[in-house]
Nanobody
């Protein structure tokens, strides 16, 4: 069984930094694109950043220059570095990945359970 487990969320003051991690575990054959989404209270879930297996990244315009995404392919882990945080960045951050399970055919999409980031003013 495949799991995506996020960590690193918490409470931080405006202007501070946090680094989120998401580790994929289980009978994984390969991990393709990995993504971070977020969902603020009462809002729709939105894509924050994504990174391909080859390291090509895209970051949402709303956080570009403050957030960056990276990954460790050997550890099947993706990171989201968040700097200069603002109260409006408060949300549950979710990890998402396209990955192939050993012996299970094509790539499928998986979600983590999320980690809460709260930015105080």
């Amino acid at each position: 069984q495949v799991q995506l487990v996020e960590s690193g969320g918490g409470l931080v003051q405006s202007g501070g930094s946090l680094r989120l991690s998401c580790a994929a575990s289980g009978s994984i054959f390969s991990v393709d694109t990995m993504r971070w989404y977020r969902q603020a209270l009462g809002e729709q879930r939105e894509l924050v950043a994504r990174i391909t297996s080859g390291g090509i990244t895209n970051v949402s315009g709303s956080v570009k220059g403050r957030f960056s995404i990276s990954r460790d392919n050997a550890q099947n882990t993706v990171y989201l570095q968040m700097d200069s945080l603002k109260p409006e960045n408060t949300a549950v951050y979710y990890c998402n990945a396209d990955l192939r399970v050993v012996g299970r055919g094509p790539s499928r999409n998986y979600w983590g359970k999320g980690t809460l980031v709260t930015v105080s003013s």
